[in-house]
Structures are given as C-alpha cells and as structure tokens.
C-alpha cells in the first residue's frame, strides 16, 4: 500500500493543490479580518486561515457544532517562552484554524466548508461573543 501511494503522490498533490485554490477562490475577499495563507504550490496537508484571536474559539466550537472539525496550531510553548519576548508567533497560535485539504474532498465539499466558515465568522463578534441563538442554546 505505501508503494502505491508513493506511485500516486504527484496525484495526491495536484488534488490538494486544486482544493486549496478552490479555497483560496471561495475565501478571497470575504472579510478582511480572515486572512488567507499566500499562493503555495507545495503539496499541502491542510489550509490555514488566521482569525482574530478572540473570535478563534467561538468559530471553531460553531463549525465544531456543524459537523466540521478544523484544527489549531501547537499551543505557544508558555513554559518554555514568554509571549512578549515572541509576539508574533504568540498572536498566531491564538489565531490559526487549518481547514481540511483531503484528497477525499471534493470540490462541493470545500464550498460547503467555505460557507460554513463565513457563517461562522459572520456570527462571532470581535470579543468572540456569538451573535448566533442556535449556537448560544447547544
């Protein structure tokens, strides 16, 4: 099974690769507080998107609660670092959400996930607060 999957990884990557730009086409301009990751050709394991810190939370429980499970970076190493000494890459591990670039997705798929992620956005306030009853009530 490796060996056909090493025989297929130039496959595995163009497939990425056309879900990321259907990512990139669904999310360009929506709102300026999510950013998108730049152009990347490299084959890619997920497509990260940065949301306000406080908001990051309360999109992810919202997507959490509609079936979508998106991931965060690796916390920011408090024992080890102060977040001042490290601004940035303390701000960015509050702010990251990798969406899914599966092979098994397909194009309806992202657009959903793409929805779903402005819904989300949509409904969280810049303190994070949800404006949504239904996600309120669950």
Do not use: M
């Not at 509609?66 to 102060?82: A, I, K, N, S």
């Not at 670039?101 to 657009?111: A, C, N, Y």
């Amino acid at each position: 099974r490796a060996l056909q999957n090493l025989q297929q990884s130039e496959t595995f990557c163009q497939q990425r690769r056309q879900r990321y730009d259907e990512y990139q086409r669904q999310l360009s301009g929506f709102r300026h507080e999510l950013q998108l990751p730049p152009h990347n050709t490299a084959a890619l394991s997920h497509f990260s998107v940065r949301v306000p810190g406080p908001c990051r939370d309360a999109v992810r429980l919202h997507l959490w609660q509609r079936g979508l499970d998106v991931g965060t970076l690796f916390p920011f190493p408090q024992q080890t670092c102060r977040p001042q000494d490290f601004p940035h890459a303390a701000q960015t591990a509050t702010e990251v959400l990798n969406l899914p670039l599966s092979t098994q997705l397909t194009r309806h798929h992202v657009i959903q996930i793409c929805d779903r992620l402005k819904a989300a956005v949509d409904l969280t306030g810049a303190d994070g607060s949800v404006t949504d009853t239904e996600t309120r009530a669950a």
